[in-house]
């Protein structure tokens, strides 16, 4: 063990254990298993502090932090392009009947520009998150 004290405690419950028997062996147990807990949660909560303040360093000086997104990130990437456009193909068929039925042609026009427009502004944003400035 890397701990002079948790071995120290391990030894005691196998000493105290002798002397008690069988009796008390699971008391004994969970004792030092709440001190191996404790330990752990000591070890975790210290890491876990000196990273959320690594963290807070960098975002002082103006950086982001390691592996947060930029703004709009969650657009990012050819999974979010193909599903709207998958999605604007779906709504396409009865968005285009309704229209058609209704309106005619000019409603089928409309209908259609309507989709392209949404398509093109995605892909447009798209383009300016990856080549503008990085948001912090």
Do not use: H
Not at 18 to 36: C, H, N, P, W
Not at 91 to 114: D, F, K, Q
């Amino acid at each position: 063990m890397s701990d002079p004290e948790l071995a120290t405690d391990l030894d005691a419950a196998v000493q105290t254990r002798k002397e008690l028997g069988d009796a008390y062996e699971s008391e004994l147990i969970v004792s030092f298993l709440e001190k191996v807990e404790q330990r752990i949660d000591t070890a975790v909560d210290k890491r876990v502090r000196r990273q959320v303040a690594e963290q807070q360093m960098v975002v002082a000086r103006g950086g982001r932090p390691e592996g947060a997104p930029r703004m709009g990130a969650g657009y990012e990437g050819p999974g979010a392009a193909f599903g709207l456009a998958a999605v604007s193909l779906v709504l396409a068929i009865p968005l285009s009947a309704i229209a058609a039925v209704n309106l005619g042609l000019p409603g089928l026009l409309v209908c259609w520009g309507g989709i392209v427009g949404v398509n093109a502004c995605f892909t447009v944003g798209m383009a300016l998150r990856r080549s503008g400035p990085e948001a912090p």
